[in-house]
């Protein structure tokens, strides 16, 4: 039995985790959950799972639970107890699904408490990469990656010399809207941007998508699970979502790993490593596949993408100070404070007031990340001034 805590259980990510979970209650246990503010979707889980522990960050939030629930498990609230949720002692693996920076902290304390890591949590390999994988050799912690592209390389070179890549290719649906022009996208709207074509995710992240700054995150990431440089890491416009990611030997041969666009599956081969289970994930017909395309990423209209290989590539601080400032343009702008086109820019103009640190430690980076959102809140307030 592998006992699994969930941090993020309420969002897209969480609840899909939950359902893999429920489906194999004879193998996972969970001991914890953990979720922001929502508390009703988060009661209905602890009646569901009976986990042992349950955090709410937002107080208020927890304090209404609190007033009702009388049942066995801990409630805890705040930083702190997300804190205890992450390092609880009967659990094996820590699923990690919390949205931006947030997940950074409680990564950390996970690993430093030798629990293994379901990481759906981009951003704490974006900010932070180099320091967490080194934590994570020193305290022999494996990190098995959540994220469909991600796992699909980890799949993709199972048996495999990591010394023989020649290049990883990460694939994108494209977005909602894809193939349009910047003139386009002067007029869309939130409502726009969340109406995904293939995934069913959270809005940042679709916001993301969207953008294509989610795969710019996930170039920083996978340079650092991966251990590639940023040269030997490729993105490939795949608008049917069936191949989620290729990796390209240096013989010449790719090896790719197809599916249906549902996160439950890589979910389910992140818990159940080494092993491959069977599941109730939707299987791909091939007889109804008419044609699998592929096109060169649109970095004019969608720079976001070049931005994150250059915060990347300048290493230090700089992708802490990307993902900062992306974090702080997409909530802008589902505040209604930023139009569509102004995310990049908030990034860019965020980057380009910043002096790289290099040989850094986890204080500069907190450091940065602090910096970044004061600054792109800057940006912010100009654009609204226009």
Same mark, same amino acid.
């Given at each position: 039995m592998q006992h699994v805590a969930v941090l993020g259980s309420t969002g897209s990510v969480g609840t899909q985790a939950l359902d893999v979970i429920a489906a194999n209650l004879d193998r996972y246990k969970v001991t914890v959950l953990a979720a922001y503010k929502n508390d009703k979707l988060l009661a209905e889980q602890i009646e569901y799972f009976k986990p042992q522990l349950a955090v709410l960050i937002d107080k208020q939030a927890a304090d209404r639970m609190v007033s009702k629930y009388r049942g066995p498990t801990k409630i805890l609230t705040g930083e702190e107890g997300l804190l205890e949720a992450a390092t609880f002692h009967q659990t094996d693996t820590v699923l990690t699904a919390l949205v931006g920076f947030a997940g950074l902290d409680p990564t950390i304390a996970a690993i430093k408490a030798k629990k293994n890591i379901a990481l759906a949590n981009k951003e704490t390999l974006v900010a932070a990469g180099e320091f967490v994988m080194s934590l994570a050799k020193q305290y022999n912690v494996n990190i098995y990656p959540v994220d469909s592209e991600h796992s699909a390389v980890f799949q993709c070179l199972q048996g495999e010399n990591k010394k023989q890549i020649r290049r990883i290719i990460l694939t994108a649906s494209g977005g909602p809207f894809r193939g349009r022009t910047a003139l386009e996208l002067e007029d869309v709207t939130v409502a726009d941007c969340l109406r995904h074509p293939n995934w069913s995710m959270g809005q940042k992240i679709t916001i993301d998508s969207a953008t294509l700054a989610n795969k710019g995150l996930e170039v920083i990431e996978a340079r650092w699970l991966f251990g590639v440089e940023y040269e030997q890491i490729d993105v490939c416009v795949h608008p049917q979502s069936i191949i989620h990611s290729m990796v390209e030997f240096i013989d010449g041969s790719v090896i790719s790993q197809m599916g249906m666009p549902d996160m439950r599956l890589p979910i389910h081969y992140a818990l159940s490593y080494p092993e491959r289970m069977p599941s109730n994930c939707p299987r791909l017909d091939f007889s109804s596949l008419s044609a699998l395309t592929f096109e060169v990423p649109d970095t004019v209209n969608f720079p976001a993408l070049r931005l994150a290989y250059e915060a990347g590539k300048g290493s230090g601080t700089m992708p802490c100070v990307f993902n900062a400032a992306n974090e702080v343009a997409v909530y802008a702008f589902l505040n209604n404070e930023i139009s569509f086109l102004d995310i990049p820019k908030v990034i860019g103009y965020t980057m380009e007031s910043h002096t790289i640190v290099?040989? =850094?430690?986890?204080?500069? =980076?907190?450091?940065?990340?602090?910096?970044?959102?004061?600054?792109?809140?800057?940006?912010?307030?100009?654009?609204?001034?226009r």
């Open positions: 290099h040989n =850094i430690d986890l204080n500069q =980076i907190y450091i940065a990340d602090t910096w970044a959102r004061r600054c792109a809140r800057q940006v912010v307030a100009d654009f609204r001034k």
